[in-house]
């Protein structure tokens, strides 16, 4: 009974810190989560989830604050249908004429500058690997970006959507060129590839809009005359 006061007090004192704890802890939130989003290195991520062959000297893994902005501005210009890119349950690539994401493609070619206002990632003519891979030498002295852009039921996570997204990007990080060689004026290159993932809402043809996830990385390719010094690839402001 000589402890009666005290323990009181100490047990209220530890019932006080572990509701602390419970409320700092709370609010990290879950995979997929948005909370989390502005504190999350995608590029890294993305990096981490390629093969050795995306990964070379001349190629930057590096997020881009104008390219998340642009993002999440041109996603205000989602419309029906582009719920239909989510039925698959996968990451989904998107063109400028998949139903729903016409707008989303416009305002993210104006505000990023991009080269394939289509939002093409392969070898037709306009497609970044088209661009980037098969005429290296165009625009050589010039720097160019181009961008794709993937759409993902929210319940998928973020984790699995940009490994699927990887799996898509690899073919082109691995074939990019590190000049334009054998062209002149002769030019060597340095990339840089930013990586920005935005939640929102997909409006339907029909019913209710659908929970979504959005991944869009951008391809930044910097010359630099040859046999002058390199510098950092670092991504141009947006």
């Known amino acids: 009974m000589l402890c009666k006061n005290p323990c009181l007090w100490v047990m209220a ?9 419970e409320v700092l802890f709370a609010g990290g939130g879950g995979a997929g989560s948005s909370s989390s989003a502005p504190d999350t290195n995608y590029s890294a991520i993305l990096e981490g989830d390629l093969p050795d062959g ?7 893994y590096q997020d881009n604050a104008g390219d998340q902005s642009a993002l999440q ?4 210009s989602l419309a029906p249908d582009a719920a239909g890119a989510l039925q698959s ?10 139903s729903g994401y016409g707008g989303v493609a416009s305002s993210l070619t104006g505000a990023l500058d991009l080269g394939n206002p289509t939002l093409q990632g392969g070898n037709m003519p306009g497609g970044a690997m088209n661009a980037l891979v098969n005429n290296p030498a165009a625009n050589a002295g010039q720097t160019v970006k181009y961008g794709v852009l993937f759409a993902a039921p929210a319940s998928l996570g973020n984790g699995a959507a940009l490994q699927q997204v990887a799996d898509r990007a690899d073919l082109i990080l691995e074939s990019l060129p590190e000049s334009n060689a054998p062209a002149t004026p002769a030019y060597n290159y340095r990339y840089v590839i930013s990586t920005s993932v935005a939640d929102a809402s997909a409006p339907a043809a029909s019913g209710s809009p659908a929970p979504a996830t959005y991944i869009l990385v951008t391809f930044t390719r910097i010359p630099t005359a040859a046999g002058t010094a390199s510098t950092s690839a670092a991504a141009p402001a947006a």
């Open 13 to 21: 004192g530890l019932l006080a810190l572990a509701a602390l704890t």
């Open 89 to 98: 349950g996968k990451a989904l690539q998107v063109y400028s004429n998949t």
């Open 54 to 60: 995306a990964k070379k000297p001349f190629i930057t």
């Open 73 to 76: 501005t041109a996603l205000k």
